[in-house]
């Protein structure tokens, strides 16, 4: 359950969003969408608006943080002492990507969605939570300037990769691992010396930049 999921809804939301995730290859992210997944949930179709009185960022955010959580969970249960720490980065990066993996379409539309201009902050605070919880999930306890600099750069990393993914038609997606790993090995050296700091700055996104390139390359997507 989120922080912000009121606990009376919790199963109304949990099932409106799986009932909801089938329908968006083809209907998309809409209003439409969430008051039929209502319906196939079994609940009258203003059950989403109850649910979800923010509409479809809402149910984005919503559907980011249970992704989230899934991640967290997978890597609770797996013995990843014996690993380095950027390979628990690979690791958590790859489950959280996974954790979306049967709904690869809906993830295009929900990013599609979040790059709007009115739709930015919801897709930054989206980001900025998830490579958070990886960090926190790794161990990462700086409080520093490296707090940030750590997650401006695994935004980077993250963000990227989940494009790639997207079009990637590899078998069991080898082709992201592998890019994945090679991104991983090129920026995860955060620099940690104050001479430095101008190559830290280097690897962290400007927001308003990073969402453009994000429109941008989910609209060649759409064109290929």
Known sequence: MTDAEPEYLAHERRQILDAALPHVPFDGWSLATLRLAAKDAGFDESMSALAFPGGVAEVIEYWSAISDAVMVTI??????????????????????????????????????????????????????????????????????????????????????????????????????????DRRIAGVMRVPRKRANLRNVIGYVPDPKRFVRMLSERLREGRAR
């Open 75 to 180: 890597y609770a249960e797996t013995d990843t002492e014996s690993m380095r720490f950027r390979d628990r980065i690979t690791f958590l990066v790859r489950t959280r990507i996974e954790a979306v993996g049967e709904h690869r379409e809906a993830v295009r539309r929900a990013m599609t969605h979040v790059t709007r201009p009115s739709k930015t902050r919801t897709g930054i605070r989206g980001l900025y939570r998830t490579v958070d919880e990886m960090w926190y999930a790794a161990g990462d306890t700086s409080t520093d300037f490296n707090f940030y600099t750590k997650r401006g750069t695994l935004a980077g990393v993250y963000a990227s990769t989940l494009l790639y993914w997207l079009d990637d038609a590899s078998e069991d997606s080898a082709a992201t691992w592998e890019f994945l």
